[in-house]
């Protein structure tokens, strides 16, 4: 069964400052796709970012970039410049090709301090 | 504006009530998904369904039942309440390998 670990239950950073959010999973998948999304207080499930298994680049989404180590099996997000509205609860999520059966990790609560 | 609908936002039960959970979405996906997230959990998919017709079970399907009639709707029924269906519940509708998420429904069982 495919699996997803946050092993980060809660981050802080500086207001202005980059911080980064860890992710691994398993699957025996060649072709899936990886996401994180945020959920605010008001608790909506907004997408951040997506990777495609099968791109070698890494995806970036203006402030938000991931690092992609495929054989490792990691999935990190970065967040530069951090700023107060990127306070949330930060889920990665997987899902296989062809399919949108998302397993998600546990999260990780990022708090920015002005 | 497009999007998924879910109704309602909030709901309380009685042990053993049933009540069904709503989902709309008018984007004209094939793909829609339950899930239910728990402090710590993460969310966890309950059921889904890849188009009218056609549905299948998720990681906690006990307790849950849905139906696909048509593209637009995808209802959840909870068959007999129990206080470990407490939790949030999401509805997602989905294309290419993106997901969009209804506001979600806060369910206490009592």
């Known amino acids: 069964a495919q699996t997803v670990t946050q092993s980060q239950p809660e981050m802080s950073v500086q207001e202005a400052e980059t911080v980064t959010l860890s992710c691994t999973y398993d699957t025996s998948e060649s072709d899936y796709y990886l996401f994180w999304y945020k959920q605010p207080p008001s608790r909506q499930m907004i997408l951040v970012i997506r990777?495609?298994?099968?791109?070698?680049q890494n995806a970036t989404e203006n402030r938000f970039s991931v690092n992609f180590q495929k054989a490792a099996k990691s999935f990190s997000l970065k967040i530069s410049d951090s700023q107060l509205g990127d306070a949330a609860m930060y889920f990665c999520?997987?899902?296989?090709?062809?399919?949108?059966?998302?397993?998600f990790g546990q999260g990780t609560r990022l708090t920015i301090n002005p | 504006n497009a999007g998924v609908t879910q109704t309602p936002k909030f709901q309380v039960l009685k042990t053993g009530q049933s009540m069904t959970l709503q989902c709309a979405q008018d984007?004209?996906?094939?793909?829609m998904s339950w899930y239910r997230q728990d402090p710590g959990m993460g969310l966890r998919l309950i059921h889904y369904s890849v188009g009218a017709g056609i549905t299948d079970q998720g990681e906690v399907p006990n307790g849950y039942n849905v139906s696909r009639s048509t593209t637009e709707d995808f209802p959840l029924r909870l068959l007999s309440a129990a206080p470990s269906q407490t939790s949030v519940y999401f509805c997602?509708?989905?294309?290419?390998?993106?997901?969009?998420f209804g506001q979600g429904t806060r369910l206490t069982v009592v």
């Open positions: 984007m004209n996906h094939e793909y």
């Open positions: 999520a997987y899902t296989p090709g062809g399919a949108q059966k998302l397993v």
């Open positions: 990777q495609e298994a099968y791109k070698q």
């Open positions: 997602a509708s989905s294309s290419r390998g993106r997901s969009i």
